[in-house]
């Protein structure tokens, strides 16, 4: 079975503070790893996906991920914060064991202070 | 942009009335999934079609929710008769090959039943 874990259901920093959002999964097989953000009254957007070609993932608005699979984590992060990063993040897995349907986090929502 | 369109975007109905919602997948995207959010659950799977032909849909209540393709650009969602506990937001997203791939989203239905 796979499962994601979001650690967090918000987190809030400052404007051009660092960005750390956390996710943990469980997987007994290589997994598909990705991050989706979703801004308010919208349907998810891919943030970036990992397919296993490489552990450090960049992905669009400055984002990037690194798998550590000693760590079963694939947290997200961004250097500099902007107000319009305000939003829900949600990581989701998908594996060959599981007909490669994406199972989502619960969510977290990134508040982001002026 | 190619985009996927789901119809209609907000829906307001009273306990025992059908509600039918619709979605226009990305032209040549073969693979197609529901999921619904809620505060309570997130985002839970409804069901999977890949190529018009239902692969998952352990997700869905069988006794009131069903889900078909009847061309490969329309996918819809029945609920019948709708339930109070029905109310939330309903999306479908579509992708090429599976769920390993990256999938995009519609807006949503919003749905809230009286």
């Known amino acids: 079975a796979q499962s994601v874990t979001q650690l967090g259901s918000h987190v809030s920093v400052s404007e051009g503070a660092l960005v750390l959002l956390r996710c943990n999964y469980s997987s007994s097989v290589p997994p598909y790893l990705f991050w989706y953000v979703q801004y308010p009254n919208q349907g998810l957007q891919l943030l970036l996906k990992?397919?296993?070609?490489?552990?450090l993932v960049k992905g669009i608005n400055g984002f990037e991920a690194e798998f550590k699979k000693s760590e079963t984590s694939f947290h997200l992060t961004k250097p500099s914060a902007h107000m319009s990063d305000a939003a829900e993040y949600f990581c989701a897995v998908s594996l060959s064991g599981g007909s490669y349907i994406p199972t989502f986090g619960r969510g977290t929502s990134l508040i982001v202070h002026p | 942009d190619a985009r996927v369109t789901q119809t209609p975007r907000h829906k307001v109905t009273e306990m025992g009335q059908e509600v039918t919602m619709r979605c226009q997948p990305i032209?040549?995207?073969?693979?197609v999934f529901w999921y619904r959010q809620t505060m309570m659950q997130g985002l839970e799977l409804l069901a999977y079609?890949?190529?018009?032909?239902?692969?998952?849909d352990s997700g869905m209540p069988k006794d009131r929710f069903s889900a078909e393709m009847p061309d490969a650009t329309l996918a819809t969602l029945k609920i019948q008769p709708s339930e109070p506990r029905d109310s939330a937001v309903y999306f479908c997203?579509?992708?090429?090959?599976?769920?390993?791939?990256?999938?995009?989203f519609g807006s949503g239905t919003q749905l809230s039943v009286l």
């Open positions: 032209l040549g995207h073969n693979t």
């Open positions: 079609f890949r190529n018009r032909a239902p692969l998952d």
């Open positions: 990992y397919t296993s070609a490489a552990t």
């Open positions: 997203a579509s992708g090429l090959n599976g769920g390993h791939e990256k999938l995009f």
